[in-house]
């Protein structure tokens, strides 16, 4: 009981330290459900904001710089959580926090420089000339995509009922029936060798990729067995 108390807190303390809130509501995380090399910003919505406002966001791999351009948003068409469940779920907080994924961004005179995975950031926020607020974060990777648990029970409940129905195929005795068609096909072999022609077998006109050329390839393996069983002479 005490192992497990102490796993779950070691778990929590190492959620705690990928991301961190700002007073003014600024909140920067590992981006959820990615393969690492992201960091997510959100914010809280601003309704009275000038015409043509800006966010900037700016990331330091030190608290006290120097900070680097990431990029540079218009604050009217910002996306908000809402536009994403997948990432961040439902809810009504959603529609009034904005939120960008920072990946990557460009110190003065240099190429631009990739999010590393397990490396603290500094990052800051604000509109375009103030400062802004000062959050830090780091990007790990996510062994598991939980957007997409709804696909791995389907395919989980799929499988289990194939394996429960061959399972209950063995062990109960089945009656399965013989195709009309392949008994239509056994008397005509065996009619064609009491007449002693060969047998032509036909698998259509289309190419190997064709669906129904592909079936008559798959008869004609039972086909050339029966007729060299009969010692007959097959025509394809």
Sequence with gaps: ?????????????????????????VQAMDTPNDKGGSITLTWPKKSNLPEGARYEITVAESKNGPFHHAALLDASITPLLSSDPASFRSGPENNRRHFHHVVSYTPTGSPSSSIKDDQIYYLRLGLV???????????????????????????????????????????????????????????ALGRATEMGKPVLFVHGLHDMGSPSTIAAVNILGQVARRTAEFDTQLKV
């Excluded at 009981?1 to 509501?25: D, E, P, Y």
């Excluded at 989980?156 to 195929?169: E, R």
């Design 129 to 187: 000339g103030e400062q802004g607020d000062l959050v830090q974060a780091r990007s790990y990777r996510n062994y598991f995509d939980w957007s997409k648990l709804n696909n791995f029970i389907l395919g989980s409940l799929f499988s289990a009922a194939i394996l429960f129905y061959i399972g209950l195929a063995r062990r109960v005795d089945l009656n399965v029936r013989r195709l009309a068609g392949l008994e239509a096909l056994d008397e």
């Design 1 to 25: 009981m005490h192992t497990l108390i102490l796993v779950a807190l070691l778990l929590l303390s190492h959620t705690n330290s990928f991301g961190q809130t700002a007073a003014s509501g």
